[in-house]
């Protein structure tokens, strides 16, 4: 049964470029969520998307946008890239947007660096 | 809003003795209460949760947390620290009812020496 899965594992962009990332739900689960954690802070939410549409949203700009597939996959994509964007970008799954208190499964992260 | 604190940035204790990691948090309604554990390079592995019930609840790997209203306190415990249990660890918080994202504290470090 495989879990949360996330490519790539690591990525180096310019600033001012654009980037995209993946990630599969663990089987059975519809629900997923996007976490940004900077080094030595806690996770920060992103953004939920269940049923193909985004749910809610963490105080985050507009240059950070994403999707969810049929197959309940999901992409994270920023736009025009800052140096503070630097992170590892964690996606969650979970079972039933509205399950309330199903745990979150974590993939291993995307570890963005920005120069 | 909802948050969550964690006082320590780091909690050294020796193999073999009691360890406590602290969490406070503040929400609208009733929390629902969740530990996770990090180790280097990898996401967040569940350990335990608090939704509703007996104020004891036990997790993975012999980790149990108490919850305490009162308090707004939900401190993780492990009767017996093994090495290996060194590593970060985070506590989060959601409200029963309105947002349903998880609020994430900063995290603890734990390390255990031998």
């Known amino acids: 049964d495989a879990g949360v899965t996330q490519s790539p594992t690591h990525l180096i962009k310019t600033r001012g470029q654009q980037v995209t990332l993946r990630c599969s739900p663990k089987?059975?689960?519809?629900?997923v969520s996007w976490y940004q954690q900077a080094l030595g802070q806690g996770p920060q939410f992103i953004f939920q998307?269940?049923?193909?549409?985004?749910?809610q949203r963490g105080n985050f700009p507009d240059r950070f946008s994403g999707h969810q597939f049929p197959n309940y996959s999901s992409e994270l994509n920023v736009n025009a890239l800052l140096l503070g964007d630097s992170a590892l970008y964690l996606c969650?799954?979970?079972?039933?947007?509205?399950?309330?208190?199903?745990?979150?499964?974590f993939g291993n992260g995307t570890r963005l660096t920005v120069t | 809003a909802q948050s969550v604190a964690q006082p320590e940035d780091q909690v050294n204790v020796a193999e073999g003795n009691p360890l406590t990691v602290k969490c406070t948090y503040s929400?609208?309604?009733?929390?629902?209460l969740f530990w996770y554990v990090q180790y280097p390079n990898r996401g967040l592995q569940f350990l335990l949760k608090?939704?509703?019930?007996?104020?004891l609840v036990k997790g993975s790997y012999g980790f149990e947390a108490e919850f305490n209203k009162s308090q707004t306190s939900f401190h993780l415990k492990k009767p017996s620290a093994l090495v290996s249990d060194s590593a970060l660890y985070f506590c989060?918080?959601?409200?029963?009812?309105?947002?349903?994202?998880?609020?994430f504290g900063s995290g603890t470090r734990l390390q255990v020496q031998p």
């Open positions: 989060a918080v959601r409200s029963d009812t309105g947002r349903r994202a998880l609020t």
């Open positions: 969650a799954s979970s079972l039933g947007y509205r399950g309330g208190n199903s745990p979150l499964h």
């Open positions: 608090y939704i509703t019930g007996d104020n």
């Open positions: 998307y269940y049923e193909e549409e985004e749910r």
């Open positions: 929400v609208s309604g009733n929390p629902y």
């Open positions: 089987s059975g689960h519809d629900t």
